[in-house]
C-alpha cells in the first residue's frame, strides 16, 4: 500500500521544479523530469506548475503514464528489450537510449506511420559496463538507424564517467554531434543531477534530472512493509 504524499512534501517538489526550471530556462536548456521511481501525485504535482517532459526507463509504466497524461511528452531513457519495442513505438515522444539496431529495427516496424526521434547513446566512458554506441562506432550506426522507416535521428545521449572529468566528456559529446550533423543541430541530451551544470556548459539541450528534483520521493522507499 502507497504512503500518501504529505502536503509539505509535495509543496518543496515544486519549490525545487521552479528553481531548477529557472536556472534551466536562462541557459535555454530543457529539463527532462526523470519520473521513473516518482509516485503519480509527485507527477501529477510537477503537470500542475507546467512540467511537460518527463523520462520513464520502464516501457509499460511509459505507456500507462503517456495514456494517462496524453498531454504530455513520456521520453524512454532506459535500455529497451526487443520484445518492449511496441510500447516505445506507440507511446514515447522521444527515445533516448538507441544503442542496437536490431531493437531500433524492431521499434521501427511497430511504428505504423508514426515518426520517433531517436537519440543514440554513446558510451564516451568507454566502460564496458556501460550501454552505448563506442565514439569510433557512430557514424557508421547513425548511418544505418537513419535509414529505417520512421526513425529520425535526433540527436545524441550520454552518460559521463562517474571517476572521470565530466565537462572534458560532455565537451567531447559536442565534438561528436557536431562532427556527425556538420553543425549544432543536433540535439544534446546530457547530464543529470550531479553533474549537469558541467553539462550545460558544454552545450546540452536537455539535461536528465531525477533525484535533485524528486528527492526522496521515490515510489520504491514509499511503501508499507
Known amino acids: 500500500m502507497t504512503k500518501p504524499m504529505l502536503p509539505e512534501s509535495l509543496a518543496a517538489l515544486c519549490r525545487r521544479w521552479h528553481q531548477l526550471q529557472d536556472e534551466l530556462s536562462a541557459d535555454g536548456v530543457t529539463m527532462l523530469a526523470i519520473s521513473k521511481y ?4 509527485a507527477v501529477q504535482a510537477l503537470i500542475d506548475q507546467g512540467q ?14 503517456a495514456l494517462c497524461w496524453p498531454d504530455c511528452q513520456w521520453h524512454m531513457i532506459g535500455p529497451l528489450q526487443k520484445n518492449k519495442a ?7 515522444a522521444m527515445w533516448h537510449s538507441c544503442d542496437d539496431l536490431d531493437t ?3 521499434v521501427s516496424r511497430q511504428l505504423d506511420g508514426r515518426t520517433l526521434p531517436v537519440l543514440i ?7 564496458p559496463d556501460q550501454h552505448g554506441v563506442a565514439p569510433e562506432a557512430l557514424p557508421a550506426f547513425a548511418g544505418a538507424l537513419s535509414a529505417l522507416d ?18 572534458q ?18 540535439l544534446l541530451s546530457m547530464g543529470m543531477s550531479n553533474d549537469y551544470r558541467a553539462a550545460v556548459t558544454a552545450g546540452a539541450g536537455m539535461v536528465r534530472l531525477g ?4 528527492g526522496d520521493l521515490d515510489i520504491r522507499n514509499n511503501k508499507d512493509n
Not at 529520425?152 to 552518460?159: D, Q, S, Y
Open 211 to 214: 533525484s535533485i528534483l524528486f
Open 52 to 65: 511537460r517532459c518527463f523520462g520513464e526507463s520502464r516501457p509499460q509504466q511509459l505507456r500507462d503514464r
Open 169 to 186: 566528456a560532455f565537451q567531447s559529446m559536442r565534438n561528436l554531434r557536431d562532427e556527425l550533423f556538420g553543425g549544432s543541430v543536433g
Open 86 to 92: 511496441k510500447y516505445i513505438a506507440r507511446h514515447a
Open 121 to 127: 547513446q554513446v558510451n564516451i566512458a568507454g566502460n
Open 38 to 41: 516518482a509516485p503519480d501525485v
Open 104 to 106: 531500433a529495427v524492431a
Open 150 to 167: 520512421g526513425v529520425v535521428l535526433h540527436g545524441l545521449m550520454a552518460m559521463a564517467p562517474q571517476d572521470g572529468n565530466e565537462l
